[in-house]
């Protein structure tokens, strides 16, 4: 049967979701504990590679298995296993037909940071530092922006080279800002995303409202696809994997 | 002339506030920091000594200095030196007669906490888990027993053995709880608190949001000093020291 795995994690400690050579991938981690408790080799396909240091609370992942371990049971059982800072939240069988990347109808990240010249410890361990100064911020124009990347687009210009995709084409559904002190986010909801692509909304955005970049920016980005007219790519402490979406594949709530 | 400083840590890779032979402290790190920009030997003196994974947003320490470093060039200067998990805020010079720990009025800690049975690695770093089922628990509950605590009361019933005061008085000004989703805080402002006195009362509360305790249990422990009455004492790693006020001796705001 095919078992579709929700997971969260604290991305700091790891060199990101995909198993590698020579540093420590939550991938490596949750496989090794799986096994351990399945008693069989596990391979597990999650929607998608996070960065080195990129959170989740809602990545997903399939594996195919044939024993007789309560998957009801996983999500406890596994706690004692794994670290403090990965956990599986769900096991649940589903259609073999659902591939965790494929099958991906939409997917939702989250971008949190702090704007400030000082450094604010007790929020680094899932916000980015964003050091500039707050006094110069306007949030409105943060906010107003961001409606200009909903819809069906070529995202190009919000894309750092790294990864070889057949269309740099991808659909926005949603996208909002929100601001509560100094504290910023910008979540997102699209049908893909290219690479850096949420790192670097997140920059430009924080540079239009800094009046780094002024408001016709992100038309103009999209128009032209020239990465020079966006902002920085933010760093990855501030990028979680929100949600993934496989539409009536999805698992059923109960 | 006295400096006070304004200090935010995440405590989570410390053994507390004071310095120590055998574990890294908060004291220790910020001591040699400052001997290095200062070149002058440094004594910090906190408004309290947080235990080992406790946080602080607004600790105050002061110390005594005689150079000419210009006191608004510490909070960044001290950036290349200090570690990402602590920093200093601010660094401004006060009456000679404000003292960090015994000039304190109020004092204000909030514990921030998850209620789940699964492990969310993404709020580990700053909030405790609280290992119950969330739909036992009754958010009202816990807020409506907040106003018992209120006022000048006999604490010792909420301590734990561990530091010698003469008195076990303390007053209240307000506590108040909020829910946000599995996220729960309590944040209370007094004029100082017993050992572990903070983690006793959030326990406390949940446990009453939990049907642990009845509604009238702050009261019977105000009555009769019974620690065994209250809850658990709550992990470190959901208390953070939020503010400290000297009164008529604080430095004035800009």
């Not at 996070?50 to 007789?68: C, I, L, N, R």
């Not at 009801?72 to 990965?86: E, G, K, N």
């Amino acid at each position: 049967m095919r078992v579709l795995l929700t997971i969260e994690y604290n991305g700091r400690n790891y060199a990101g979701w995909q198993r590698q050579e020579n540093a420590l991938a939550v991938q490596q981690v949750l496989e090794d504990a799986l096994e351990k408790m399945l008693q069989q080799k596990i391979v597990l396909c999650a929607s998608g590679r996070t960065d080195a240091g990129v959170h989740a609370v809602g990545q997903k992942a399939h594996f195919d298995y044939e024993g007789t371990f309560p998957l009801d049971r996983i999500p406890v059982a596994s706690q004692t296993i794994l670290p403090d800072d990965i956990a599986i939240l769900d096991a649940v069988e589903v259609s073999p037909e659902l591939h965790a990347q494929y099958s991906a109808k939409k997917k939702t990240y989250r971008y949190s940071m702090y704007l400030s010249r000082e450094n604010h410890p007790y929020l680094n361990a899932t916000h980015a530092w964003i050091s500039y100064d707050e006094s110069y911020f306007d949030f409105s124009k943060m906010q107003a922006a961001c409606k200009d990347l909903i819809g069906t687009h070529d995202f190009a210009g919000f894309a750092n080279k790294g990864s070889h995709v057949r269309s740099t084409v991808r659909t926005v559904y949603d996208v909002h800002a929100e601001k509560n002190g100094r504290e910023i986010s910008v979540t997102i909801t699209g049908n893909g995303f290219l690479y850096n692509m949420v790192r670097i909304i997140a920059g430009t955005l924080v540079y239009i409202g800094l009046g780094k970049r002024n408001m016709g920016v992100i038309k103009q980005i999209l128009d032209t696809q020239n990465r020079n007219l966006a902002g920085k790519t933010f760093p990855p402490e501030g990028l979680c994997l929100v949600d993934v979406d496989y539409g009536e594949l999805s698992p059923k709530k109960e």
